[in-house]
């Protein structure tokens, strides 16, 4: 079955430190987005891309970096952490635009910045 | 993309139809109103998507008045594991992207 995963589910790092957190999804769906989920609050866009070699900001865009070399896969890069990050983020795809598009979101990694 | 409004909780009772309201009163012409459900550690999950008027799918209904500035979601005859938090999203045809709200946590009681 076709799905979307993320890795690592839970990751501890240190303030300075590079992070990547994968996300890869097997329904070939061009459209792919991050967000992150502070404790008690909904979900804010970090990056979004609409197709291979395309990224976009989303609206807490600063700090976080996208690459996309590939449909499959999305990686979201902290360059320097902080403590600040510490969040649960989520990878989620979507296969139509239309009506902004049903969108599938992976089961989520859970990042600790000490 | 137009920002929304929905009450930050609500408690229900098995077997009741439970109704949230979330008002969007900047929706644009071209804006889709979207609602997900989210149960904890969990990503959330597409409950319901509409334009206008009603639409009815087999876990919930959505309400679409004729000015589009409001909508309300129904679930039939609640139980325990529709205790989730659920988001009302404006959605837009022309970009894929959504914001999120802090959404309605829905905790149903015995």
């Not at chain 1, 902080?82 to 859970?110: D, H, I, K």
């Amino acid at each position: 079955d076709a799905e979307i995963t993320q890795s690592p589910r839970h990751k501890i790092t240190e303030t300075g430190r590079q992070v990547t957190l994968a996300c890869h999804q097997t329904w070939n769906h061009n459209n792919m987005f991050w967000y992150r989920q502070d404790l008690g609050h909904g979900l804010r866009l970090i990056h979004y891309s609409y197709g291979v070699q395309d990224t976009n900001k989303g609206e807490v865009s600063d700090g976080y970096s996208v690459s996309r070399s590939n449909t499959e896969d999305l990686p979201l890069t902290l360059e320097s952490a902080a403590s600040s990050q510490t969040s649960v983020y989520f990878c989620a795809s979507s296969e139509s635009l239309a009506g902004g598009g049903e969108q599938f979101f992976g089961p989520g990694t859970r990042l600790t910045v000490l | 993309l137009a920002k929304t409004t929905q009450p930050i909780s609500m408690d229900s009772y098995e077997g009741q139809e439970v109704n949230i309201t979330c008002s969007h009163n900047n929706i644009a012409t071209n804006d889709y109103i979207t609602w997900y459900q989210q149960f904890p550690s969990q990503g959330p999950r597409f409950i319901i998507q509409g334009y206008k008027t009603k639409v009815t799918n087999e876990v919930a209904s959505l309400f679409i008045p004729a000015d589009r500035k409001s909508s309300t979601l129904s679930l039939p005859r609640v139980s325990l594991s529709d205790t989730a938090v659920y988001y009302c999203l404006v959605t837009n045809t022309n970009a894929g992207k959504s914001t999120f709200g802090d959404g309605t946590t829905l905790t149903v009681k015995p």
